[in-house]
């Protein structure tokens, strides 16, 4: 399983990266949208990208826009990870193309949670 | 106590608890505090702008952030990187400003965090008041959350915050 974390914190990205990779994932990482772009598109597929909201050059829901508009990008899960708690956000974020969406703080029972409702097999003893 | 001192609260305990698995209560004694303002120290601003205007900002010695920083990066203080404090404490004061929106009227937008260095320094925003102020104690190290109302900013989003005066570092 492969990911990508979109997020201007270098901290947040470890943090989330020793979740992920913990559970299975091969994890790359990004900091800012046009990045996370350049990154996707160098393949091989990614099961999954992590996108934080507030980001130094454009807002994280325009990468969830850019990749929706992609067909080859229909079967990469993406979930949002952010401080924006605003239900107006969660429903924009969700219209756009959002599978998920976990407000920080999380924990990493949390995250391992989402994970499984968005169908990645993550076993009871990896998460616990 | 009002309803944004108890979001603070709350807000402050479930970020160091889920995100730094440490433990901060609330500290009654303000005296580690006044040593720690000569000392250096950091503090993480963010600007919040739309239905409500206003600022939170996390203080710690620079001690205290290093320490916290060192958590999130899972590794020791002394083999952080250049910027890696920074990027923590701004990290940290982003989740305690989005998770405050809650209590406050909506819709607001966050700005970027910034964070200032220093010794014997304030950080002033004109026009505004102490909404909030709640003084903690983590790692037996004072942390400081205040969230300053009003001082209404140009622009939606800015990568610094407005009218903000660094006295000296």
Do not use: H, Y
């Given at each position: 399983m492969r990911a990508l974390i979109l997020d201007d914190s270098r901290a947040m990205r470890t943090i989330l990266r020793g979740i992920l990779t913990e559970v299975g994932f091969e994890v790359l990482e990004a900091a800012s949208v046009r990045d996370a772009i350049a990154v996707l598109g160098q393949g091989p597929d990614f099961d999954l990208a992590l996108v934080d909201w507030?980001?130094?050059?454009?807002?994280?829901i325009e990468f969830v826009r850019q990749v929706r508009a992609q067909r080859k990008y229909d079967l990469v899960k993406l979930m949002m990870v952010t401080t924006e708690t605003e239900a107006g956000q969660v429903a924009n974020a969700i219209r756009a193309g959002a599978n998920e969406y976990i407000m920080k703080p999380f924990s990493k029972q949390a995250v391992a949670e989402k994970l499984a409702l968005l169908g990645f097999k993550i076993s009871q003893s990896e998460h616990a | 106590m009002n309803d944004i001192e108890k979001a603070i609260i709350n807000i402050t305990q479930n970020i160091w608890e889920s995100i730094l698995g440490l433990e901060v209560r609330r500290a009654r004694d303000v005296a580690p505090l006044t040593q720690a303002t000569r000392e250096r120290s950091l503090t993480g601003c963010v600007q919040l702008a739309g239905a409500w205007e206003g600022s939170v900002f996390l203080y710690c010695s620079e001690a205290l952030a290093g320490e916290v920083a060192a958590t999130m990066f899972g590794t020791s203080p002394e083999t952080l990187r250049n910027g890696d404090v920074e990027d923590a404490l701004g990290e940290l004061t982003n989740m305690v400003a989005g998770n405050l929106?809650?209590?406050?009227?909506?819709?607001c937008q966050l700005s970027l965090p910034a964070v200032v260095e220093g010794i014997d320094y304030r950080v002033i925003v004109p026009g505004t008041k102490i909404a909030a102020q709640v003084l903690f104690e983590s790692n037996s190290k004072p942390l400081l959350v205040t969230v300053l109302e009003g001082g209404a900013m140009g622009s939606k989003r800015p990568s610094a915050p407005s009218g903000t005066e660094k006295k000296a570092t």
């Open positions: 507030n980001l130094p050059d454009v807002e994280g | 929106k809650i209590v406050l009227p909506r819709p």
